[in-house]
């Protein structure tokens, strides 16, 4: 194996970060896989134990020829290595040091499951075995209670290990092409990920001033050295200017590492997570479904928005009230903010919103244009956003912190001018530089929530925030909406103040 010069040693620790010296300096004991799969194993144990306490004290009669209880914990206790071998086999502990986006929100189905398996075989053992007759209500409070704990106890879980130093990944990137440039700044803008980018690998030099603090370390030949320096555990391929072979023969020798190695397909832009992938004689073949949604999938989706804002607008009625009467004291004006949005097929409609700036606050907009800060730096002017915009109230302030200003948007579900998952309503302003292919954004109802809102909301650049409404829309699932109206509720829950 090939090693670096002491020189070039040196420099490579002078180019790296402060912070990734002292990792380096200071090695880790264990890895991110480690220290995330324990935790989530306490967290599962400790949900099934929890569920099945609840579960006891809910049901404390127990029919003729019963079991103690003290007896049935230690069945429970028994029986579970069986429950972590299951969760083993439905990949709930290995996901996360291979994903850097990997979340609670993914487990869902699989705990689902490992909960409904686990529960009917602990019936059925019982049942051949005739050790203990659990009735059918104590089984299922157990199993909904597990359904429900679980997720929230991996979640806790989680946040404790990104708060942890061993959580993070050293992480080179090869290519300093413009496909690897963007996966660059969408790390160092999350870092919920836990992804430290200790530096590029290429020929040529970053041009990019947001990345100007990351290093170029090397050239692809010095990549395994590398990676034994500075204890990498993830390098990811952008699209480097280097002969096939090449790249080919490199990724084959770091399989020889302990380290995670991702790729950036060359068609990025057209592809999603769930795209499938299947074989031709041996050759991996991406496909793409045809966009188009069938008359089902429509009349799901649609059931899924008219029961989710029924259920919202009946169980938040309380919180509307207060926002309602908040907004009216605080200044003069009326409650809700009504403003003309482009919906599905380029119809518009008027959005419903709380109130949360004075009155005539578009009259004020051009003197504020200088303070947009997606048109500084020679940005983008296409979306309008100004930090702590002096024409929100205190109120106002407070209500789109935490997204309850957009709370009224349940009403456009019920009409059916909104989805709770879709694209991004577009003021007509911004509706207009939306052209050819990105007009599929209309396919689809807009949204109150979307991949726009759980990967950033309005720090998203236009053409960001329209290609990842492309898509959404050519690439929807069922579950795709379940799994993005989940990771909604940290993102709201950990307040934000930017709005929109």
Known sequence: ??????????????????????????????????????????????????????????????????LPSATEYVLLVLSLPGWVVVAKLYGLYDRDEERADHSTADDVVGVFHLVTVGTWLLFAIAELTRVAHPTFPKLFTFWLVAVGLIPVLRSGARAYCRRQVEYLQNTLMIGTDDAARSVARKLLHHPEYGINLVGFVGDDEVDDEELSHVALLGGVDDVPALVRLLEVERVIVGFADEHYQRLVDLVRTL???????DIVPRLHDVLSPAVDVHTVEGVPLIGLRPPELSGSSKLLKRALDVAGATLGLVLLAPLFLVAAAA???????????????IGRSGKPFRIFKFRTMVVHADRLKGELAHLNKHARNGGDPRMFKIP?????????????????????????????????????????????????????????????????????????????????????????????????????VPVVAKGDARGH
Do not use: K
């Open 327 to 341: 907004t009216a004291y605080s200044s003069e004006g009326p409650v809700f903010f009504r403003q003309l949005r």
């Open 1 to 66: 194996m090939s090693t670096l010069p002491e020189a070039l040693q040196e420099r490579v620790l002078a180019a790296i970060d402060p912070f990734t010296r002292d990792l380096v300096d200071s090695p880790r004991a264990h890895r991110r896989g480690w220290l995330v799969r324990r935790a989530l194993l306490c967290a599962d144990l400790l949900g099934i134990m929890a569920a099945f306490v609840i579960a006891t004290q809910v049901y404390t009669a127990h029919a003729a020829g019963d």
């Open 388 to 488: 702590r915009d002096p024409r929100v109230t205190g109120v106002g302030r407070f209500l789109r912190r935490f997204s309850i200003d957009e709370l009224p948007q349940l009403l456009n579900v019920l009409r059916g001018e909104m989805s709770l998952v879709g694209p991004r309503p577009l003021v007509a302003d911004e509706d207009v530089h939306v052209s050819l292919w990105a007009r599929r954004r209309l396919d689809l109802r807009p949204g109150m929530t979307g991949l726009w809102q759980v990967l950033g909301r309005d720090d998203i650049p236009f053409e960001e925030m329209v290609r990842l409404d492309y898509v959404y829309v050519t690439t929807w699932s069922l579950w795709n909406d379940c799994r993005l109206l989940l990771r909604t």
């Open 255 to 261: 399989n020889s590492f302990d380290v995670q190695v």
